[in-house]
């Protein structure tokens, strides 16, 4: 057993580092220059909340703790990818698709591990949102009502560590092909992007739900907790309903009934079906 190869350690940690700084701007820089800075004066024909934009001071912020967190990602997965390569942690990665009886287990794999991803993720988002962590952790994320696509990695490191290591376990356990773990990672990335643009995008995958789906967790808070999935809110009664009312004080997933004008001469909270 040898000592720490040095020039393997920092190549891991530097490589996986700025592949996700480097993804992480590119994507969230093309949604953002190609509505936030050439159309910005025609928000209300794009923007999910067109009268809102982040202060300049959000704004800096969230680039600045996204950029922070992914360093600090990739110092995390860099180290793993160091284990793995130098052989002191044994995850079963396999790059031979024959040998692990074909692009059946192959493709079947990758969907088992992105079902779980998110049912994972839906499960810490749910945590996240119980009075003490959301206090504590997740208020950080929350602080940007109208998102911007910088506003998808701006948040506590806590709930980054926590979110990586549910997304990354089953990858000690199960087989995967290593383009299957590069591939679900870079979809959750782009995708997460995606559905903080405060764009109104539509996906044409018929499992990914539009951009208003998240746009409508960071408006009202305490409701639709999953990622790419609506399965996991819809099992759980935590898909925004028509008539119910939700907000920073309702916690729980399944808000209030909304009363709207009954009560207030006001109108029903305005409704979008995904
Ligand atoms: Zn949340
Ligand atoms: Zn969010």
Redesign the pocket.
Known sequence: MGGVDWSLLIACIGGASLAGIVTYHAVAGYFYCRHYIRRRSTAQSWKLQPDRFLSPELHRLAVWAGTRNMLLSGLLSGALIYAIASGSLDAPIYTDVAGWGGWAYTVGSTVVWFLLAEYTAYLV?RL??TRFMFRHV?RF??RFVATNPYVTMAMHPAELLMLQAATLAPLLVIPFHALSVVGVLLYIVVFNVAGHSGVRLESALPWQPPAQFHDD?HAH?HVN?GQHLLIWDRLHGTLRRHGRHYGPEVFGGRGQRDLGDAVAGRELEPFVRY
Do not use: G, I, R
């Open positions: 988002h996240l949102h997740h994320h929350h967790h808070v907790f």
